[in-house]
């Protein structure tokens, strides 16, 4: 009977852990390579929720802000509905939700309602602390209210 050698099984077995690591290596990558080309970061409006998302904030923030002793004076008078559709449209249009916010600007929106400082800062708090009702991530958060601080001084009078 003559001997069987096990040399080139061995050699085909000793190769296989090699080219199986660079399979899944290359296949790995090219994974990761597809989902970094493909996921780009949602924008400020998807985190916000969009359009359900804005009405939400929007909607529970003036509510809410109508009611407050700290921020009702500021709002005296204003018609509701056309306000807050018009203030969904600016954030929506801050936030890059594509909608179209023409002629106005979210200061320009603001400017008439004669909020002071204070009453400002206070507006500030009731849509922060509905963004964490509406579990808005923190980033999203800091975000948008990065985007309307600047603001403050547009339509915001000093305290008396």
Same mark, same amino acid.
């Given at each position: 009977?003559?001997? @069987? ?6 050699? @085909? ?9 660079? @399979? ?26 969009? #359009? ?15 009611? =407050? ?8 008078? @204003? ?23 023409? =002629? ?14 204070? #009453?400002? =800062? ?7 602390? #509905? ?17 309307? *601080?600047?603001?403050?001084? =547009?339509?915001?009078?000093?305290? *008396?």
């Amino acid at each position: 009977m003559r001997p @069987v050698s096990l040399l080139p099984a061995m050699n @085909v077995l000793s190769t296989l852990p090699r080219r199986l690591t660079s @399979v899944f290596l290359v296949l790995g990558l090219s994974g990761l390579l597809l989902a970094c080309a493909s996921n780009e970061a949602p924008s400020l409006y998807a985190r916000l929720g969009g #359009e359900k998302g804005l009405t939400t904030l929007v909607d529970r923030s003036i509510a809410r802000a109508v009611q =407050d002793p700290r921020t009702r004076r500021g709002l005296a008078g @204003v018609t509701l509905p056309p306000f807050k559709q018009h203030l969904r449209v600016q954030l929506c249009s801050l936030a890059g939700g594509g909608c179209n916010a023409q =002629d106005q600007t979210l200061s320009g929106t603001l400017k008439g309602l004669s909020f002071t400082a204070s #009453e400002f =800062d206070a507006l500030v708090d009731i849509l922060r602390e #509905e963004l964490d009702q509406a579990g808005a991530g923190a980033a999203a958060k800091s975000q948008l209210l990065r985007m309307l *601080a600047p603001m403050k001084h =547009d339509f915001a009078t000093p305290n *008396a």
